[in-house]
């Protein structure tokens, strides 16, 4: 995963911005609990709107945890839920099987640094695995087909990003409930495909210079190493078409005290990020603590 | 029974007008228009019908409290029906692809679409509608946009290709929002220039 989402810090309330951080401290501490230190370098915030959907319509409970980062004063955290568990062992999944393509991708000594962050995640990895064996099935069948159609240099932006798309779309599987698996497999599928289509515009200068496929060269047929101004429009109107699949499928959910972290995030912050990426003026965001440096981002 | 103002989201002591407008405001979110060609649109048809009794609910409740004067219908007449296609035609393997289409049967459909010698407006049509229902929304335009161009009266064409100009609900203080338009006017502009310009080219717009 990537780590794009993030909900609108400018629109919450103090208690909002402070609940997002309950839910992304949970997962830290889930992922420290359940699969070991090095695992919580995997935390991101796309994983924890994952935890946040699937915890929706659950007691979940806000305690204080100590860490390594706030070792004196705590912080607010997601007490632990089945939640919180899933998305750790799916993050714990995903994230070993995209260092396993990158070390496949790369020569001997360029991957070296990704070599070494799978040595230390192995013993992780076959804790999540055991624990979400049926995703990690998935996860493997999807990114093969993946590769094959980057191989193939696939022109169709759609064809290159559905094996990404359906494989989020899995983790609505870990959802009991038959109706409420609908909605996510929908919402998922929209969040993978508009995640990786932004992941492909914003590397779209650095695959240029690179020589690696990149599914908007081949779509818009380009040759140079910047997005024009007619594929940024039509880029955009593509992501919009996602986002706006993603609000009506989540104006289905019941999201509870989450209402106004959820609501920042479909109706405003995927496009303000999607906006920055095709302009180029996206940054990554540090971890969360800095947040407040980094809220005007998307703006 | 579930309590009527729990669904409307509004408080037993709100006023008609807040009533209304809550009611309206959740009309908005579940409208057939943000839903159509969408796999979720029977449940939103379910809570658009929960809405409505709800709101039939109140306002009898308070009528006969206290002899309300008649307020303002349901949207019980809004229909999500479009999402199903006619099934007339002179081709027969593309009657059977739109039989598949209402049925839901994506995969069949598909597979129909690829035994076709002749890739004509229909063709491109239906293609665009299989893509839109896996979620292919770039290839979905591509195709309805050549189905558009090949055949510029066709009305079926026309109302597709307005799903993609639709911007969806946007609760207040959130509309208008665009990912090339998100802050920055010149490029919703620029957007709006070339939208026309590529749409037009296909005859399939309004402006």
């Known amino acids: ?299 | 029974m579930t309590d009527p103002y729990k669904v409307l989201n509004v408080s037993p002591n709100a006023t008609d007008e807040e009533v209304k407008h809550a009611y309206r405001e959740l009309a908005r979110k579940y409208h057939p228009d943000n839903y159509h060609d969408n796999p979720l649109a029977d449940l939103a048809q379910e809570k658009m019908k929960e809405i409505n009794e709800a709101y039939e609910q109140v306002q009898r409740q308070r009528k006969a409290r206290s002899g309300y004067t008649a307020q303002q219908g349901s949207y019980s007449s809004y229909s999500y029906s479009s999402t199903s296609y006619q099934t007339a035609g002179a081709d027969p393997l593309l009657r059977r692809v739109r039989i598949a289409i209402n049925n839901g049967d994506i995969t069949q459909a598909e597979r129909l679409l690829n035994e076709a010698q002749e890739h004509n407006a229909d063709w491109n049509f239906l293609m665009g509608i299989v893509c839109h229902r896996r979620g292919w929304m770039d290839d979905a335009k591509r195709y309805i946009q050549t189905a558009c161009q090949m055949d510029p009266d066709n009305a079926e064409y026309r109302k597709a290709m307005e799903m993609f100009n639709n911007s969806g609900y946007q609760p207040a203080g959130f509309r208008g929002f665009g990912s090339m338009t998100y802050g920055n006017s010149d490029c919703m502009r620029l957007c709006a220039a070339w939208s026309c310009c590529v749409l037009s080219g296909g005859r399939c717009c309004i402006c």
């Open chain 1, 1 to 299: 995963m990537f780590g794009y989402v993030r909900p609108a810090a400018h629109r919450l309330s103090e208690e909002e911005n402070e609940r997002f951080r309950a839910a992304y401290c949970g997962l830290c501490h889930t992922l420290g609990r359940k699969y070991g230190f090095a695992a919580r370098f995997l935390l991101n915030y796309d994983f924890t709107l994952l935890a946040i959907l699937l915890s929706l319509g659950t007691d979940t409970r806000i305690g204080c945890r100590r860490c390594v980062v706030h070792p004196c004063k705590g912080c607010s955290a997601m007490n632990a839920s089945s939640a919180l568990d899933t998305a750790a062992a799916y993050s714990v999944v995903l994230s070993w099987w995209q260092l396993q393509d990158h070390i496949a991708d790369h020569g001997f000594f360029a991957a070296l640094g990704y070599r070494f962050a799978a040595l230390l995640l192995r013993r992780a990895y076959r804790k999540a695995r055991a624990d979400a064996a049926d995703f990690d099935t998935a996860v493997r069948a999807q990114l093969q087909k993946l590769s094959e159609r980057e191989a193939a240099h696939c022109a169709s932006l759609d064809a290159a990003a559905e094996p990404f798309a359906t494989l989020l779309s899995q983790l609505a599987l870990a959802e009991p409930d038959v109706l409420k698996r609908r909605v996510y497999a929908q919402l998922f599928y929209h969040l993978g495909r508009w995640i990786y289509l932004v992941d492909a515009a914003d590397d779209f200068t650095d695959d240029a210079k690179s020589g690696n496929y990149n599914p908007i060269r081949y779509r818009y047929s380009l040759s140079g190493d910047a997005l024009t101004d007619e594929v940024r429009c039509a880029l955009g109107e593509t992501l919009d078409a996602s986002i706006r699949q993603m609000a009506s499928a989540y104006a289905l959910l019941d999201a509870g005290a989450w209402t106004g972290v959820l609501d920042s995030i479909f109706y405003d912050s995927l496009y303000g990020i999607g906006g920055a990426v095709l302009r180029g003026v996206y940054r990554k965001p540090s971890r969360l603590r800095h947040e407040q440096t980094t809220e005007g981002d998307t703006q």
